[in-house]
Structures are given as C-alpha cells and as structure tokens.
C-alpha cells in the first residue's frame, strides 16, 4: 500500500526565515515518483517539482529546494529566506509507475508572518 | 492560454438536489480526475478517466457520478445520495494515462449544500 505522511499540521514563521516541510513515503514499489505541489489560499494546486526514486540529487530552485533521502524515505521541502506570498498549504504525493493516480498527504499549512 | 477551467467557483444547493460541476481542459490530456477536498484534510479521489468513454472510481466515489464524452471535458454530478456533499472540489488532469504523469489542476468548485 501506498502512503505519504506530512506530520506537521502547520508551521508558522516569521518572513526571511528559513523553513523545512517534512514529507515521509511508504511503498512497496523500487521504482516510484514523488511530487509537490503548493495551494495558494485561492485554492488552486500549482506544480512545483516531480522527482522520480532513481535521481536522488537534491534540486534547487531559487529558494526552493528538495532533499531526496531513500534510506528514510523522505523528500523534504525546504524554502530559504521565507516571504509572505509563500503563505500556504503544501501537499507531498506519491505515484506509482503504471498508474495515473496520485496519492497525497494530508498537507502542511505554512504561514510567513512579516 | 492552455489550462484547466471549473465552472462555477462557488456553487450552493438545497439538500435533496444533484448538481453538475464542470471541467474542461484544453491542454490535450487524457486522463482527468476529480479530488474531494475537505478543512484539514488531503485530496480524495473521487472518480478518474484515461480515455474517453472509459471512467474509474477512486476511493469516495459513492455519491457521484461523472461521464467523458469528450477528451477535454469529465462533468461530476454531485446527487442526493452523497451525504455530506458540502466541500471544496478540484478536478486535474494528465498527460496521458500509466503514468504517473504530473497533474495539473483546476481552480476548484466549491460547493456549499444549505
């Protein structure tokens, strides 16, 4: 069975902070994809990165970056130096190859103070 | 501009009725899938489709119904059966099916049942 567990609930932090977003995956499978996407208050997903179980560098992107660890199975989420507008619920997933269905963790609500 | 649009954006309805929320996409996807989206809680599938004509239930699919007549648009139907029908919905939808390929979603529908 597939599962994601996001274990924080909510963070909170003040702009210019840096910030951590937990993601933690189960599977049976070896070859896997993992993802994240970001919901704005206005509700929509937006897409930020899809990583596949074989690539385990670390990306970066501008003050997003994901570190892909299979030995704890984890893809956390960090983002540098914090701003408001990145004020917002964060959903980890996992799919599986063969299948188009997504399954996604509960989500982490993320709120940058000024 | 190629996107996902749901139509309306806040919907209300009186116990007792069905209601149709929309989806069209005119990104040239197969698949399609809508997500239930409740306060706190991750995204439940509640119906997909890779082809047209051809549907699949997800996990919360009691209560609902849909149809793919056409590759761009995958209607849901809320009906009565569904007993607490009051709840934010996305649809999605993906390059092609076996994926898993990155979904791209929808503003979102959110219905409210008075």
């Not at chain 1, 909170?12 to 994809?33: I, M, N, P, Q």
């Not at chain 1, 997903?45 to 970056?65: A, H, K, P, T, W």
């Not at chain 2, 996409?25 to 890779?50: C, E, T």
Request: glycine share 8%; with cysteine.
């Amino acid at each position: 069975a597939q599962k994601v567990t996001q274990a924080q609930t909510e963070i909170s932090v003040v702009e210019k902070e840096d910030v951590t977003l937990d993601c933690v995956y189960e599977t049976r499978d070896t070859t896997y994809y993992l993802f994240w996407y970001k919901q704005p208050p206005s509700g929509e997903l937006v897409f930020l990165i899809r990583r596949n179980s074989f690539d385990e560098q670390n990306e970066i992107s501008g003050r997003y970056s994901w570190n892909f660890q299979k030995s704890t199975s984890s893809f956390n989420f960090t983002i540098t130096a914090s701003q408001v507008v990145d004020s917002a619920v964060y959903f980890c997933a996992l799919g599986r190859p063969g299948y188009s269905t997504l399954t996604f963790g509960k989500g982490t609500m993320l709120l940058v103070s000024p | 501009d190629g996107g996902i649009t749901q139509s309306p954006k806040y919907l209300f309805r009186k116990e007792g009725q069905n209601v149709t929320l929309s989806c069209e996409q005119n990104l040239n996807h197969d698949a399609m899938y809508w997500y239930r989206q409740d306060p706190g809680q991750g995204l439940r599938l509640i119906y997909y489709s890779q082809i047209v004509n051809d549907f699949q239930k997800g996990d919360i699919a009691e209560g609902y119904s849909v149809s793919r007549e056409k590759k761009e648009s995958f209607p849901l139907t809320v009906t009565s059966a569904q007993k607490n029908p009051t709840a934010f919905y996305l649809c999605a939808s993906s390059i092609a099916a076996g994926g898993p390929d990155t979904q791209y979603f929808g503003p979102g529908t959110r219905l409210t049942v008075l």
